[in-house]
């Protein structure tokens, strides 16, 4: 039987991806594929039950693919027929009947072929552990998009890899195995390939590596090694600051001598400040005069055209000497704001132990205002109550007015909160019958993903519901409910997505317990081919499947549904979207 299946050729001329044959219906296709020129019928055995004769090829006697009918009244395969047609010319006789016909009289036949689609067959993937039963019709759709034992091409083809894997393998593909997969990095957490994580993490800034001095410090960030070697290493030899102006001390890392030595040797470095000054200035003044002189040079040419430059050659040297002045220019002034800094840091620190008293004097003045302000507010509120007392004095009626007037206003605006609640509920309500679908599929589209993702992680928001949706009409009410970050045993590593069996209107003309196949999903948006999938039959005994009680039942399905590592992929998170699909089973739904 097993063997039969894996014989069975495509009805059209392209393959799918995953190389497995299709089962494309006739009706789906207006003309026949050209592969159909090499192909024979179905084998019999891939037929859950036994199919009538008419509907058997009276060539190569398989199931009919692509059924067309001769004058006689036989049928043949598409493909069969024209090679037979191909090899007799235009000599030709019925090989079941023996009467002979002519090409005119071929004809497709759509009820054999409408017969042949509704015929029952064993998944192509029966080998490999599929036991669906699924029309002939719906074959393709199956493969495609629901069959666990698919082999399917994995997501990281485009970037270099060529393996085919089961659908209900991809994940394990996806995580463990794929060359091309992402991983975080462990010490700066950005995500790499997998192929190209070795090789960063020997240059992430973030990898933790010793002090190049073996100074005994622990692990350091790569990035902060630098900072270490300046501010902390005690076996880092530094020198003075005053070293660019000729000082030539130096010490070990964090070693008082240097503060000793900046300390007792301001004037000598002063010296060696005003030294490099006045070379610097002596200097200048000797590239200005240069510079002069050959601008008299330029204005006014000798009489010797020997001895004259060529005025190209005397522009070149121009800029030349500008781009020598303007270094030492800036070194000037460099020097000039380190002397001045110097200079403030000993006034600033005099200036600052002379200001304290002063500031200690003006805070207590404030403090002092602020209780005289005080005070002064409390007797001019007391002096003014017998004032004002008689102003407030009014009439009982208009006591009364005004209380009736306040008790109505009261009234009013609990009224318009009460109906702003029901606009609210309205609202919901019609969002929700907008989007509740009654046929056991839910599409769930789960917008601004990021942000919601975020929310699981820090724990603000750690599950969604989905919208309800129905078997029918007046069928099972149900919803989805997915953890973004993981729940229980997936936490933290995968994403959980659970069914939800919701009380209902019409529970009471429903059979419980709740029998239905559940499939849940989550849609590849590149090809949708890869879609990530995983089935289950609901367990009688289970609570989560009796009659509800309360609004919901407890929710049941798939802690570890996907692992979290491969939502950062694009097929399956795209334009900051996800979407998830759940699939009820509702064929065999006793409607009330």
Known sequence: MASGLSSINPLQSDLPPSGHPSFISPSAAATPPQSLLETKGIPLECFIEDLDQQFICVHCKKGLRWAMQTSCGCRSCYGCLQRYIKEQGDSLKCPSCGDEFSKDDIAKDSFARKKMEQCKMYCANKSRGCKEQVPLKKMDEHLQQECNYELINCMHRSKGCLQRVQRNQLVQHLEKECAFRRQKCRYCGDDFVKNELELHEK???KFLDKCPNNCGERLIHKDKIPDHLKYDCPLQDKVCIFNMFGCSFSAKGIDRKMDLHTGENQVYHLQLVTEHIIRMDKQLQELN?????????VAKPTASEQM????KAEKQMMRDLQKMIMPLMEKVDNVEDNMNQLAKQKTVSELEESI?????KQNRIENRIVELEQAQKTGSVG???GESSAPLTMTGVTTSALSASSSRMTTVENQMGMHAVRIAEHDLRFQVLETASHDGTLLWKIKDFARRKRDA??????????QPFYTSRYGYKMCARVYLNGDGMGKGTHVSLFFVVMRGDYDALLPWPFRQKVTLMLLDQDTGRRHLSDSFRPDPASSSFGRPTTEMNIASGCPLFVSQSVLSDSAYVKDNVMFIKVIVDASDVVKP
């Open 356 to 360: 304290k008293p002063i500031q200690e």
């Open 203 to 205: 240059e992430c800034k």
């Open 383 to 385: 002096s003014n109550a």
């Open 308 to 311: 004259q430059v060529p005025a």
């Open 457 to 466: 992680d820090i724990g603000k928001t750690l599950s969604l519901y989905s």
């Open 289 to 297: 005069l240069l510079k002069n002189n050959l601008e008299k040079m």
